[in-house]
């Protein structure tokens, strides 16, 4: 019965989906294959998808979410940057994330896991802050690695993403948790490319 009636809501929520919505959720699809590929395009994608929820977002007044869009929308701007410098500074190869890189992940997540818990509670009428934050927290972290272009970025992505799809179905928001179902099974294929592109240097190296 429980299947029943979410399918019936998925079915009503496609319906309802507006042509914004699908414009939307398109390219962040795009975006998510096109970082499996290692290809910046994914950049130019992710920044069409974000501005198109940020329209979306406004018009439903839900604000806080303007604004952790408009994080992303830095941070793509940002990685897009960082991904064409060919310079040391740059980040035009997957690498690992050093120690000092690991800590600063870690601050953004715990930092943010606890700045966002404290908005949520004194500021919104949130009834799920911790999970909320958290969710949020970990991707903030995962797409500043993907901005360095490390490794690493998928694990705190799908840390975020393993959160979201029990709490989005929570809500009732079907159709963005099987987005998000399909976002985690991405990203689990672009961490396994990714890994395999940056061992292939050292496997060239053991049959030389």
Known sequence: MLFSIDMSLLAEQIKATSLLEWIAVSFGVTEVLLARKNNVLLYP??????????????DA???AETLLHAYYLVMSI??????????????SQISRSSAREEKITWAIALGGWAFLYFMLTNFTDS????????????????????????LENWIWLNISNIIAIPLLFHKQLILISFLT???????I????????????????LKTV
């Not at 179902?181 to 990203?187: D, K, M, S």
């Not at 294929?189 to 060239?204: A, H, R, T």
């Open 127 to 150: 009834d799920v802050p911790i999970v909320d934050a958290f969710v949020s927290a970990t991707a903030w972290a995962g797409m500043w690695l993907l901005a360095k272009r490390k």
């Open 61 to 63: 007044k839900l604000y």
């Open 189 to 204: 294929f672009g961490y396994f490319d990714w890994k395999k592109e940056l061992d292939q240097p050292n496997e060239k």
């Open 181 to 187: 179902i399909f976002l985690f099974i991405v990203a």
């Open 78 to 91: 940002y990685g897009w940057a960082m991904w064409r410098n060919r310079s040391a500074s740059g980040a």
């Open 45 to 58: 994608a992710g920044i069409i998808g974000i501005l198109c929820s940020g329209f979306l977002l406004v």
